[in-house]
């Protein structure tokens, strides 16, 4: 994290302590929990949050996705990478023209919740209640007259949902939404490069299938392959957690939509070196922290309990897919009883291709859905699905929230100020509204009008002055966090949509996966007290 992020503003002592607890050694490894030294007090950026009530004591199996949530990928390496596939897939298999080649990726611009509008080429982000509060067309900026006239002033709301727009709600997904803005910009300036029928809806559609050509010939997952740690950030804490949950005698559970072999070259990478005997790098050791493992689950269609999907056991050294019947070995043709042994170094740990949450649920001898706990990075592919229709427990991922909490508490003030000047302006308009009643309305001489409407001009100017005092201070606050769409959980002064889905869909929501390592496994999360607008300036906060 960036120097200036890790500082409090001002001299008091007890917010310096607050953003820095919780780290053992001075500072340089988290306190793990069961360790004789845990139980300090957490850093506030990696605090689990919550949403609903959850009591860990009643959670007999708590899961896991692989990418961007056990393994957090580097966006400047990783983002980068996508990005340059998914080009060289548009150059060389869709015919767009070999300048883009030139083109470079700012993997920062973008962030999470945005949503691209397919038809138009914009890209937006909107508020809790989809009103759209900062829009652009490529990267211009759409004037506000722009966006109301898009977006505003339509008999029927839009539900900016597919097909004509598409969300960004995943980390990978932020190389496709600069691509798409870029080539937005590049239709627009360059008519005569674009072939003729393709506007931005068919560019939308080229870049994802350009993308999905990267998935399928493997030119991703193969250079992560070679060098994983250039590609993901490895976390000494995760090994501690698995182990921990599995001493609180909790059954543990992968779940990811990559094969077999690149779910074991990754998870070999983060939980290297932290072997029994910690000398030797790892092959299937790793599996000693699981029950079961699922590869190729196809979510999020794993979790629904109508799919029929083939469920096949993964013979460890080869790969070879057995057939099984629901989990069960079968026998091969020819033979009376299954012909199917592990090689691995620890045999309690069945690894699987496809199926279905039915068969994770068997496996696990799961009897309700509400003792699961599933963590995971997506708000449609982990969390929505595995939620809303099973009825899960879930936490979400949500790496920028470290920063993103840590900015708050530094602009702490400045948000009190923020607030204080917007009350300002509506106590100046409500005198200013009254002036104006009383002129429009009220018997007075012609002396008393003109001492009026000097009034009414001075309050004029006022609040000129206040709003635009507040007006520049938002902005400069809304940039602290991103110079372009400002905080990812707040569109101007509401909950973002982003935020609306975690609040929605996410029983709790941290920073990242290994934040679990910080709290005991019996903890009882307990939301903060909702309140309504009424209850503002009743109940101190």
Not at 379 to 385: F, H, K, S, V
Not at 445 to 456: D, R, T
Not at 504 to 515: D, E, G, I, K, M
Not at 530 to 540: A, Q, R, V
Request: hydrophobic share 35%.
């Amino acid at each position: 994290m960036e120097k200036s992020h890790e500082t409090v503003v001002g001299d008091n002592k007890s917010s310096t302590h607050l953003l820095h607890m919780g780290s053992c050694h001075g500072g340089q490894e988290p306190c793990v929990w069961s360790s004789p030294g845990g139980g300090c007090e957490i850093n506030l950026g990696k605090h689990i949050f919550c949403n609903r009530s959850l009591n860990m004591k009643n959670i007999v199996a708590v899961g896991f996705d692989m990418d961007y949530t056990l393994a957090q990928y580097k966006p400047e390496t990783f983002e980068s990478l996508a990005y340059e596939g998914t080009v060289r897939k548009l150059v060389f298999d869709l015919g767009y023209p070999r300048e883009l080649l030139d083109w470079t990726f700012d993997w920062k611009y973008m962030v999470r919740g945005l949503v691209l509008d397919k038809k138009r080429g914009n890209i937006l982000k909107m508020d809790r209640h989809k009103y759209v509060k900062v829009a652009y067309h490529g990267f211009k900026e759409l004037s506000k007259e722009d966006k109301v006239g898009i977006y505003g002033n339509t008999l029927l709301r839009d539900s900016f949902d597919e097909p004509d727009y598409a969300l960004i709600d995943t980390l990978f997904s932020l190389a496709e939404a600069y691509l798409f803005a870029q080539l937005v910009d590049f239709k627009d300036n360059n008519p005569g490069k674009v072939p003729k029928g393709v506007d931005y809806a068919v560019i939308y559609k080229d870049v994802r299938a350009a993308v999905d050509l990267c998935h399928r010939d493997g030119t991703l997952k193969q250079m992560v392959a070679k060098d994983p740690s250039r590609y993901i950030n490895k976390d000494t804490s995760i090994v501690p957690m698995l182990k921990m949950l599995r001493d609180s005698r909790r059954s543990t559970f992968l779940v990811t939509n990559s094969l077999w072999d690149y779910t074991n070259i990754v998870m070999n990478f983060l939980c290297e070196s932290r072997t029994l005997d910690g000398s030797r790098k790892c092959n299937f050791d790793w599996l000693q922290y699981f029950d079961v493992v699922i590869t190729g689950s196809a979510k999020p269609g794993f979790f629904h309990d109508g799919n029929r999907a083939n469920l096949f056991e993964v013979e460890h050294e080869s790969g070879m897919l057995i057939n099984t019947d629901n989990g069960s070995p079968m026998a091969q043709v020819g033979s009376s009883s299954p012909a199917f042994s592990l090689k691995g170094t620890d045999k309690a740990c069945r690894v699987f291709q496809g199926g279905s949450v039915g068969h994770l649920h068997k496996l696990l001898s799961i009897e309700s859905s509400a003792q699961v706990l599933y963590v995971g990075d997506h708000i449609y592919g982990d969390i929505l699905r595995s939620k809303k229709v099973l009825g899960w427990r879930t936490m979400l991922v949500v790496p920028e929230l470290e920063r993103e909490v840590e900015l708050l508490w530094e602009l702490r003030d400045t948000r009190k100020q923020l607030r204080l000047l917007r009350n300002e302006r509506d106590l100046i308009e409500d005198k200013m509204h009254h002036l104006k009643w009383s002129l429009k309305f009220e018997d007075i001489s012609a002396e008393g009008k003109q001492q009026l409407s000097s009034e009414y001009k001075a309050l004029e100017s006022q609040r000129d002055q206040v709003r635009f005092s507040h007006q520049d201070a938002q902005r400069k606050c809304h940039q602290k966090f991103h110079k372009t769409w400002g905080q990812l959980m707040k569109t101007g002064y509401q909950n973002s949509r982003f935020a609306h889905q975690v609040e929605r869909f996410a029983c709790l929501y941290t920073s990242q996966v290994s934040n679990l390592s910080l709290y005991s496994p019996d903890k009882y999360y307990r939301p903060s007290e909702d309140y309504m607008p009424h209850e503002f300036d009743i109940i101190p906060l």
